[in-house]
């Protein structure tokens, strides 16, 4: 008995973890394997604006823009423009809309993973 159970947990996770492979296949930053729960949550609601490689987009500002250093937007900015969106202001793309549906770990991940790219990648002054 518990051995069937051990193979049924076994099973699932099996399935749970080729399901995120799929999702993230088509996004370069996680090709090399190197997926992060922070890279994931980026992929899937931040990159669509601003930029799978945080570049930005012709919807979304450059997340290495100097404007963007944690001195000038500390984290609790990022808490806040997910939870409650950002009214335009500092470019001339748009109001950013409120991130639905990501829990408190996901929001801490994905402020992590911004955070490690602007120091890998550097900001653009
Ligand atoms: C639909 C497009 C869109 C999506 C999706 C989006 N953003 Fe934004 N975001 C914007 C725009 C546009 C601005 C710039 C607003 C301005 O300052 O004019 C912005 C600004 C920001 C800012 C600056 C906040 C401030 O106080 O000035 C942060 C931080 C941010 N986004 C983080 C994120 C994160 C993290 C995600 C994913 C969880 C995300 N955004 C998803 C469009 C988007």
Same mark, same amino acid.
């Given at each position: 008995m518990k051995t %069937?159970?051990?193979h049924l947990l076994c099973v699932g996770l099996i399935l749970a973890v080729s399901a995120c492979a799929a999702d993230e296949s088509a996004d370069p930053l996680v %090709?090399?394997?190197?997926?992060?729960?922070? #890279? $994931? =949550?980026?992929? #899937? @609601?931040? %990159? $669509?604006?601003?930029? =799978? @490689?945080? +570049?930005?987009?012709d919807k979304g500002p450059s997340q290495l823009s100097i404007v963007y250093e944690p001195n000038h937007h500390n984290d609790d900015s990022y808490r806040s423009a997910i939870a409650n969106g950002v009214p335009q202001h500092h470019w001339p793309f748009g109001d950013m809309p409120p991130v639905e549906g990501? @829990?408190? +770990? *996901? =929001? +801490? %991940? =994905?402020?992590?993973?911004?955070? $490690? *790219?602007? *120091?890998? #990648?550097?900001? #653009?002054?």
């Open positions: %069937a159970m051990t %090709a090399d394997g190197s997926g992060t729960l922070g #890279q $994931s =949550v980026y992929a #899937q @609601n931040c %990159a $669509s604006c601003h930029g =799978v @490689n945080l +570049e930005g987009t990501l @829990n408190a +770990e *996901e =929001v +801490e %991940a =994905v402020i992590a993973f911004i955070r $490690s *790219e602007q *120091e890998r #990648q550097g900001f #653009q002054r």
